[in-house]
């Protein structure tokens, strides 16, 4: 649930410090004046607890004006007053600036890929945010959660050019207040897990843009602002029913208020001022058998949502170089069903198959022609994803990967089109070897193969496919009590090919974004 989560939600939880002091530093190097410095330091004691992680990533990047410079610090502390109350604080911070060489065409993609097509484009981002929480435990009542958090992204985009300059300005203020209840004990001596909350959101969006005529220099054109309000409930169970047999049962509900503005400068004339309100509902449910130690059946049934982002309603006119709010964006909605298995045949041998569908309706895409973010009335998705696992000795594993999917649009205008960026097969392989032949020393090697696929913003298909590729990496690390060194090597066969593709000259031309040849990096790192 949530911005850009269709069918699915990832919970990124910060790992809490501990008791005593721990550390650790890393310095990395790699091609292309790569080079990475990381330090984190943890500690605690009698109930409180800190931590802060702090890095500094540059390189000069595989292209012409690919430089990237990237600086993070983050914290958290924490604090356990009783066995029954916890708090904590966190917080971080991050900024780049980076060039932007923009997508090449096919000749110069084939002759001059290390090039750019954009010499001095660049942007920068900040990124800053706190949050504070609490965890209370009520027994065998459950757990109470709760979380309060800010947030401020600003980025700034600079397209210089000495008659018709463009830049944008951008900052995103968000405010959110997300409580939950847990309970997590058996019913009738059946294992169960009951929650609820709500996620509470305001985000405010200022984007201001300046043009220049005829002039290096841009000047104020536009602005447009976005004020979005969210509330969503939600409640969630799973239960054993059965034994070994589990049953689950999920329902969101979330309205979203936007009030936008867009004011022509520096005319100051106010071109739109508009309300849009929705709501929109999902369910989830899940029915699983564990039939034998470490296997299993499995089915679930979905409803998802997603609202368009803030920055997603906000597109270029191309007709004036400034930026205005597109206000008939819908929200994408989709229906998604999963079966599969799990099933260990021995030990040392697992495997997996799941077979999905997925039907989309009002799926959010850029449409090159209109230059703009628009919705497609349909689109479905189907096919499976199958894997093994082999354990051949206790530190020698092998896996291997597959996933087979079809993606095409079911309305018009592009009715029976393959959906852009969705190749039909991609397949990996795996070796992974520890303590041989010395103890400490491993060894990783990946083979990867992605297939052919449409040009991103091709939905009618007619550009043609970026080609297949193949891609082997490997890495040899060495640990040696709190020091650990490693080399590691991507793009083994030193293969040259492009990762994306798009396209671009209102939908009639293909344009390049070439990956590097083979890269190397190597590093240590030290714990203490």
């Known amino acids: 649930y949530g911005d850009n989560a269709v069918g699915g939600v990832i919970n990124i939880i910060t790992k ?24 984190s330091v943890s500690g605690g004691r009698d109930g409180f607890s ?23 610090a983050s914290g958290r502390l924490s604090y356990d ?5 916890k708090l904590h604080v966190h917080f971080g911070y991050h900024s780049d600036v980076y060039g932007m060489p923009g997508a090449l065409n096919e000749n110069d993609y084939v002759t001059n890929r290390r090039s750019a097509s954009n010499p001095d484009d660049n942007a920068r981002s900040d990124d800053s945010f706190i949050s504070a929480g609490f965890e209370s435990f009520a027994g065998d009542y459950g757990k109470l959660m709760g979380e309060l958090s800010y947030r401020r992204m600003s980025t700034k985009s600079d397209f210089p050019d000495p008659f018709f300059p463009f830049l944008t300005e951008n900052d995103i203020e968000t405010l959110g207040f997300t409580p939950r209840f847990i309970f997590d004990r058996p019913i009738f001596d059946r294992a169960n897990t009951f929650i609820i909350g709500s996620d509470m959101y305001r985000s405010d969006l200022t984007l201001n843009s300046y043009l220049g005529v005829f002039s290096p220099i841009p000047t104020p054109s536009g602005r447009d602002t976005v004020e979005r309000k969210s509330i969503g409930f939600y409640a969630t169970n799973e239960t054993e029913i059965f034994e070994r047999v589990f049953f689950s049962v999920g329902a969101r509900t979330e309205k979203v208020k936007d009030e936008l503005e867009q004011i022509g400068l520096p005319a100051n004339i106010v071109s ?8 929109e509902n999902a369910v989830s449910t899940g029915l699983s058998y564990l039939y034998a130690e470490d296997s299993a059946l499995f089915f679930k049934a979905n409803r998802s949502f997603r609202y368009p982002l803030t920055d997603e309603l906000t597109e270029l006119d191309l007709t004036t170089f400034t930026t205005v709010i597109n206000s008939d964006m819908k929200p994408q909605t989709g229906r998604h069903y999963d079966i599969g298995v799990r099933h260990s045949f021995h030990r040392r041998f697992q495997g997996r198959l799941t077979l999905f569908r997925s039907e989309i309706k009002n799926e959010i895409f850029f449409d090159p022609i209109a230059f703009s973010n628009e919705n497609h009335p349909e689109t479905l998705r189907r096919g499976l994803e199958t894997g093994l696992r082999f354990l051949v000795l206790d530190n020698i594993a092998l896996n291997a990967n597959y996933t087979y999917q079809k993606a095409t649009f079911e309305e018009a205008p592009y009715r029976g089109k393959f959906v852009p960026a969705v190749p039909r097969h991609k397949t990996s392989f ?18 990867t193969v992605v297939g052919s696929s449409y040009l991103i913003s091709d939905q009618a298909n007619q550009l043609g496919k970026l080609g297949r590729y193949s891609l082997l990496d490997a890495k040899i690390s060495y640990r040696k009590n709190f020091v650990e060194v490693f080399v590691g090597v991507d793009n083994l066969l030193d293969k040259k090919y492009a990762q994306y593709a798009v396209a ?20 240590v790192e030290m714990r203490f």
Not at 430 to 446: C, F, H, Q
Request: hydrophobic content about 25%.
């Open 16 to 39: 809490v410090p501990e008791e005593g002091f721990s550390g650790r530093t890393s310095l990395t190097a790699g091609s292309f004046g790569r080079h990475k410095e990381q330090m």
């Open 50 to 72: 800190m931590s802060g992680n702090f890095s500094y990533d540059s390189t000069d990047g595989y292209r012409d004006n690919n430089h990237f410079r990237a600086k993070d």
């Open 81 to 85: 007053p009783t066995d029954l109350l």
């Open 272 to 279: 739109l001022k508009e309300t849009v309100k929705s709501r």
């Open 430 to 447: 795996g070796v992974r070897i520890s303590d041989l032949p010395l103890p400490g020393l491993s060894l990783s090697t990946d083979y």
């Open 504 to 523: 671009g000259g209102g939908g009639t031309t293909r344009n390049f974004y070439p990956a590097p040849e083979r890269t190397w990096t190597a590093g």
